[in-house]
Every structure is written in C-alpha cells, then in structure tokens.
C-alpha cells in the first residue's frame, strides 16, 4: 500500500474492522476486535460466557468461573497483510481469587512511505498491542465480580501513542433456569501519549447481555447488546448494535457455532445487499485437555476473516 506522510493514519481506518463497517473509529480501535476464534464464531457474544479464558477481554467477572488454571492462544488473519493474535491465562489462588493475564496485538505490515508526486522514500510499518492483568472474586453464591487493567500502545512509522485503561465486569448464574446474565465496561481510561499532540477517546463500550441453555437442546444461546454507553439519535437506535450467538455441542468432541452482528451487516450494506455480512460460523474441536477452534466471518463484498485457537488445561 502506498500512503504520504500526512496520511498514514489512513490505514488504520481504512484497514480496521471500525473503518470497513463505517463505524467511529480511533488510534485504539483494535480493542474492538473479536479475540478468540471461539467468541468471533459467535459475533462476539461473549458478555456472559463462563468457564474459558479469553472472558478476560470481554468480562473480567468471568475469570471466577474458570475451573482449573487454563491458558489460550490465537492467530486472527485479517484483509491483506494484516495479522494479529493473542495469549492469555488464567488460574485460581486459593483465599484470594482468580488471576489472569493476557495480550493482543495487530500487525498492519509494510507499507511505501510516498511523497505528495509519488517518490518512494521508504517504508514503514505499522502496529497495536495491549496487555491486561485481571482479578475476579464471587461475592456471594453465583454472583460475580472483577477488573482488568490494560495498558495500551499503538504505533506507526516511527510515532507512537500510549494508554491506560481499566474494564470492569459483573456476571450472574442462575442454575435451575439455566440463565447466565453479564456486563461489562471496557476501556475507561485515556491516552498518556498521543500522536502529534492529537488527543482522542478510548473506544468506551458498555456492554449487557445473557446467555441461556433451552432444556432439551444441545444449544447455548448468546444474545449481546453492545455500545450501550454511546448516544444515538433514536432511542431504539441505541439498541442496533446487537449480536446473537450459538454454541451446539454435538458431541464430547464436537461444538458448532453461528453468530450474527447486526450493526455489522447494517454498515456492510452496499446498495440493496449485504451479502453474508455480519454472519459468523466456527468449529470447535476438544480432545483431552486440549481444544482447537476456528472461526470465519464475514464482511460482505470485502472479503472474510479467519482465526484459529489453541487452549488447554496447565
């Protein structure tokens, strides 16, 4: 890709998911990238999930549910040369509470550095990471609490910028209806160093949802409501960034997955068609302690994205 110095910013929203969909887009906007190939096969519905790893990035409270210490990583092949991954780990201390730690990072990869008339001078690259070190509690029997702290960085041909941030979590099991209900606020912080002296936002997300096992149905059942913290100009407005996700376990082995992201699609629309957009699917394949899972979703006419996850029981 080709990009002048005054626009290298260019790629960032020209290349993240914010800025393909037509969202609001920031320096640290990568933060609102699905992470595990488990989650994105499910649209990111993952407020409420218990007992895996990867909850770190979505809701802290559900680290205190993780059964045994665990640990995860990943690989997320994004459009053109963009790579990106992540690792995490969690683990129960006795008369404390579960801890956990993990990191993401994004690589956008080379790039020709271009003058205003096109004269090559050179390259540059580009790239994001953000590490966050978690604790989780129970409160009482099946309520939960907990909060990551994140330290962000983000960097592009040489300049850089830098953040700190805190998310917080609560999540609610109730066994006999099998119902399991969740929040999450992510990202409340602000840069330390900014780009050229440009301050901007945190991609701030509030975000409620549920999950549900119908009696008689191998099925989990997610349904997220996100960016509830953001205004809109219409109450049900506030409301169009929902995902619904689903988990069949078809056997001790074998997890299907679907997902949908509505404001995804809605943003992915080009004239009277979305194609598949928004639209997830995956697998997941367990065996002993070791699970594998992939996951692919779809950006409509631009193109897909896949991930693959490794975790297991340490």
């Known amino acids: 890709m080709r990009c002048v110095p005054s626009g290298m910013l260019c790629l960032l929203v020209a290349l993240s998911p914010a800025g393909a969909s037509g969202q609001s887009t920031s320096v640290f906007s990568f933060l609102r990238n699905d992470v595990g190939a488990r989650s994105a096969a499910m649209a990111g519905s993952f407020v409420s999930i218990t007992n895996d790893p990867t909850s770190l990035f979505y809701n802290p409270a559900a680290l205190a549910t993780v059964d045994a210490a665990r640990g995860s990583i990943g690989f997320f092949k994004h459009l053109l040369d963009i790579n990106a991954g992540y690792m995490v780990y969690s683990q129960d201390i006795p008369d404390f509470g579960h801890v956990g730690g993990g990191v993401i990072y994004t690589n956008y990869g080379s790039f ?49 910028s830098t953040a700190l941030a805190l998310d917080a979590g609560i999540l609610y099991v109730i066994p006999d209806s099998r119902v399991t209900l969740g929040a999450s606020l992510r990202s409340i ?67 299907l997955r679907f997902g949908y992201n509505n404001e995804q699609r809605k943003d992915l629309k080009t004239g009277t068609t979305a194609g598949l957009a928004g639209f997830s699917a995956g697998l997941g394949i367990s065996v002993s302690d070791y699970k594998v899972d992939y996951a692919i979703s779809s950006l409509g006419n631009i193109g897909s994205l896949h991930r693959i996850s490794l975790s297991t029981t340490l």
Not at 126 to 143: F, I, K, P, Q
């Open 112 to 160: 020709d550095q271009t003058d205003d008339v096109g004269n090559t001078l050179g390259t540059f690259s580009a790239s994001d990471l953000a590490l966050s070190l978690s604790y989780a509690t129970a409160m009482e029997e099946n309520l939960y609490v907990g909060g990551a702290f994140k330290f962000i960085h983000s960097s592009i041909a040489g300049y850089r």
């Open 189 to 255: 912080g602000a840069q330390v160093s900014t780009y050229a002296g440009v301050r901007e936002a945190l991609p701030l997300d509030l975000t409620v949802g549920g999950s549900v096992i119908p009696r008689g149905l191998p099925l989990l059942l997610n349904v997220n409501f996100h960016k509830l913290n953001e205004t809109a100009d219409q109450f049900l407005d506030r409301f169009r960034a929902f995902t619904v996700g689903g988990e069949f376990t078809l056997s001790k082995v074998f997890q």
